[in-house]
């Protein structure tokens, strides 16, 4: 059993590289680097991820979201004030998983969840469509009828030869497939090579050559935290998403600090920013690759192909990745969102549709962040909705209000509405027995409320405070008797 998963983790591993080279050389292209930058960056990052992060399965390497965060830096300053930006992210990076700051991917709710999957792949298969162009031009005629036929030819194979073997990966099938038919027949379709050429040596360690001072450190600081907070969600939103899939359990606070670890030594060695990829990782998963030894294979693999396979990789037909990337998007879309969609509550529907459109149209930390934000403002309103109260007379002639709910910033005026102070009598009872004070809002209400009782010369007795409230009273020096 123990030789099946390790073969299973080197076939998934070698699948997982081929999907990665073409990935890392656009995003490298995209900010402006040299190609070989984003291969070192995918190697190192994917390899050292692989052996001490926090989700085995996972693969990381030079990603798209962080290579649009750096284009202008590297416009603007120039490869070296990307690598010192690039080290700087990555000691964030490790702060944050020290601090153990990685449950915080717990506030992301799961309609955000939903539409950062949906966004993400439709942008994986927006991605595909600039290799149907020669220069600005889109493809037409013979040209085009034969990318479309190898891109079919693959998808079919990957969708059909589950149903014969399991023995192979089938995107691993797919791609030495269609690049042996292309071979044979001398198919005239764009292959890796047309990309750029990969061949080179080993990365050499360098510190970066910039001034060491504040000025640099004001240049490089804004990007380096943007780098930081983009790789470090994307890296958590697709470790909930592989623990879900291979339903085991993930350790965030490891793998971020592995990242930021992963980060520096790319840095170092002279290589692009990464995190974890969601579309190499669903090749990974779907290829039968689980363990760690996946992602170093995925790793070694890349270097490989730089420093002795290069000729053979630049043979690979586009058209291929291109195929195997529109089956990935299309198993990574959450289509069961949409069949739902009419069946949530309205603002779960419209954060998933908000959270899906915001990342396809700007970036993925924006869109969570307003995913967040929707979720949090309907939660509030429905917590400030549900408090109510219950109010009878006592046999003395009192007065007694019974409060149920959360009295916070969002609260504090259905709380005060529910009393009468010039209509109540001289005494009022407020039990608090099941009513929680969360913020100062609540504190600065039932203050208020005093006050307003007080002016109307009346007294207003508080009964049953939690533990926590009477602190949070005492801390404020309201009384509450």
């Known amino acids: 059993m123990k030789s099946k998963h390790l073969r299973a983790d080197v076939l998934a591993g070698l699948t997982t590289s081929f999907a990665l080279v073409p990935e890392c050389i656009a995003f490298a292209l995209v900010a402006h680097l040299n190609p070989l930058m984003g291969l070192y960056g995918a190697f190192i990052i994917c390899t050292l991820t692989a052996l001490f992060g ?198 965030p606070d ?73 089956v990935v998007a299309q198993q990574t879309f959450a289509w069961a969102s949409l069949r739902v969609l009419d069946k949530v509550p309205l603002n779960d529907a419209l954060v998933i549709v908000a959270v899906t459109i915001v990342t396809v149209f700007t970036d993925l930390a924006t869109a969570v962040l307003c995913g967040i934000v929707i979720a949090a403002l309907n939660f509030a309103w429905q917590q400030a909705r549900e408090l109510y109260a219950d109010t009878h007379r006592e046999a003395d002639g009192s007065k007694l209000y019974r409060l149920h709910g959360t009295l916070f910033f969002a609260s504090t005026t259905p709380f005060l509405n529910q009393f009468d102070p010039a209509g109540d009598p001289p005494q009022v009872t407020l039990d608090c027995r099941h009513l929680s004070f969360v913020d100062y809002s609540a504190i600065a209400a039932l203050k208020t409320l005093r006050e307003r009782y007080a002016k109307a010369g009346k007294h207003l007795r508080v009964l049953h405070l939690s533990e926590r409230c009477r602190q949070l009273l005492k801390r404020a020096g309201v009384q509450h008797e």
């Open 54 to 251: 926090g989700r085995p399965g996972m693969v990381s390497g030079a990603a798209g979201s962080m290579a649009v965060v750096i284009v202008a830096l590297v416009v603007q300053h120039g490869v070296q004030y990307l690598l010192a930006t690039v080290l700087l992210g990555g000691l964030i990076m490790v702060a944050f998983g020290l601090l153990r700051l990685g449950k915080l991917v717990r506030m992301v709710p799961h309609p955000v969840m939903l539409g950062f999957v949906n966004g993400l792949a439709i942008i994986i298969a927006l991605a595909q469509l600039e290799h149907f162009r020669d220069g600005e031009a889109w493809l037409s005629g013979t040209p085009l009828y034969l990318m479309l036929g190898l891109v079919a030819t693959t998808m079919a194979i990957v969708y059909l030869l589950p149903r014969l073997t399991r023995a192979v990966p089938p995107a691993l099938a797919a791609i030495l497939g269609v690049g042996l038919l292309a071979y044979l027949l001398g198919l005239p379709t764009h292959t890796l090579g047309d990309m750029a050429h990969i061949a080179g040596g080993l990365p050499v360690p360098a510190m970066p050559d910039v001034p060491w001072n504040l000025e640099t450190l004001g240049i490089v600081a804004p990007y380096a935290v943007l780098m930081a907070l983009v790789g470090l969600l994307e890296t958590l939103l697709t470790l909930n998403l592989t623990d879900e899939i291979t339903e085991s359990r993930g350790y």
């Open 254 to 326: 490891r793998e971020c600090a592995a990242l930021g670890a992963a980060n520096l030594v790319s840095g170092l060695f002279g290589g692009m920013g990464g995190c974890a990829m969601i579309g190499q990782t669903m090749i990974n998963l779907g290829s039968g690759g689980r363990g760690r030894l996946s992602g170093v294979v995925a790793g070694v693999m890349i270097l490989l192909f730089v420093l002795f396979l290069s000729p053979l990789i630049e043979r690979i037909p586009l058209a291929a990745l291109v195929g195997v990337m529109f």
